[in-house]
Structures are given as C-alpha cells and as structure tokens.
C-alpha cells in the first residue's frame, strides 16, 4: 500500500503542476528519493520529500546557478555528487512562486535546447 507523500512535497508538485506550461505531457514518478516531474519522458524537476527541489539546467550554466541563495549541489546517497547540470534547491527559498518558477524555467530552458 502506497504512502501519501508529506504535505510539503505534496504542496510543491501541486505549485509545481499550476507553474508549467499547459498543453505538454507532463507524468511524475519516483525518482531520486522523490517525486520526479517528467515532461516528454524526460525529468525536469523532482519535488524532494523535505520541500527541496532537484533541478536539472544546462550544465554549462552549473557554476552560476550555484550561486543563487540555497542552491547547492546536489548529492546521491552519501555525498555521491550528482555532477553538472544537477542542483537541488532548498525549500525556504522556494516559498515564493516567483522563486519557483525562476528554477523551472532554468529546468525548460535545459529541456527544451
């Protein structure tokens, strides 16, 4: 029997869905200890279960998205690091939709070159 995921995750992927272009398919599936939203059957984003935000970006763009406020590397597992073009995102700064959907179109902008 499956698990509701916490309400902050469950709250994420609900902005996340409303912030996306319509007209797209868009599925989710779990992925990367969260809820990945896959958009052509590729992941653009995972809602983490702490709120976080697994973003995937044009690695060439990695050292500078780094730099905004909570961005970090993200890691697999025990500090595995997950290389360029993957960062997560702390929940604090995602409050805002604004924030929100400065990272997913980072996430398009990759997706979609």
Do not use: K, N
Not at 95 to 105: K, Y
């Amino acid at each position: 029997m499956a698990t509701a995921p916490p309400p902050s995750q469950e709250a994420l992927l609900a902005r996340i869905r409303g912030l996306l272009p319509p007209g797209r398919p868009v599925r989710e599936v779990s992925m990367f200890g969260g809820r990945a939203v896959m958009l052509e059957d590729a992941m653009l984003v995972s809602a983490g279960r702490d709120g976080s935000l697994l973003v995937r970006v044009e690695p060439a763009r990695h050292a500078e998205l780094l730099t905004r406020d909570g961005a970090r590397q993200a890691v697999m597992g025990t500090e595995r690091t997950m290389g360029e073009g993957w960062i997560e995102v702390e929940p604090r700064v995602l409050v805002e939709d604004i924030a929100l959907g400065r990272w997913l179109q980072d996430a398009l902008e990759f997706h979609d070159r």
